[in-house]
């Protein structure tokens, strides 16, 4: 493999998803072999895993290999889950496309996981804008309309916050009922 060639790629691709998702998703081969998009994800986590090293004067050395391995996981499970929900709201592609376009909308992951500290903003900022990229991405990998497309990409989150304030009630009612029975 050669790395001066691996890391061109990454970066005009990560320019063009991060500058260009229009035009980058309009024009995108999704039969491209799975090689690309891993490649592209792992050199993502990389960098993330590097800043947060440096950035935490190398307390957080272990990040270079979790980040990869997290983003990896997260293009492969959120894009099955996506995929779902674009078929929910008559979406017309592949299983496969919908994981690799998953997979180059992690771009945003450089980022959201790379900074420590004031991480919190800079990753809700960007995942705002992998949203906004899940949407256009949608829209090319599965002939949706915007609306449609933005239904199929925000109903994971939806589902996933009303079972998360369920869980959390239910643990902050288990605690009271706890501490007001002398368990804690």
Not at 105 to 112: D, G, N
Request: net charge positive; with cysteine; aromatic share 14%.
């Amino acid at each position: 493999m050669d790395m001066k060639k691996t890391w061109e790629e990454f970066a005009a691709t990560w320019k063009a998803v991060m500058g260009r998702p229009e035009e980058f998703f309009a024009t995108w081969d999704p039969a491209e072999g799975w090689q690309k998009v891993i490649v592209f994800n792992v050199i993502c986590g990389l960098i993330g895993g590097l800043l947060t090293t440096v950035l935490t004067f190398f307390f957080g050395i272990g990040a270079i290999v979790r980040y990869p391995l997290s983003i990896l996981a997260m293009t492969f499970v959120g894009g099955v889950v996506l995929f779902l929900c674009f078929k929910l709201f008559g979406g017309q592609g592949g299983i496969e496309p919908t994981i690799k376009m998953m997979g180059y909308t992690q771009a945003v992951r450089v980022f959201s996981i790379g900074v420590p500290f004031i991480g919190f903003p800079i990753g809700f900022l960007a995942s705002l804008y992998q949203i906004w990229l899940l949407i256009v991405g949608g829209r090319a990998v599965h002939g949706l309309d915007t609306t449609r497309a933005a239904l199929a990409v925000l109903l994971p989150a939806i589902v996933f916050g009303i079972f998360s304030l369920i869980g959390t009630l239910l643990f902050g009612v288990a605690m009271m009922t706890s501490w007001h029975m002398g368990g804690g």
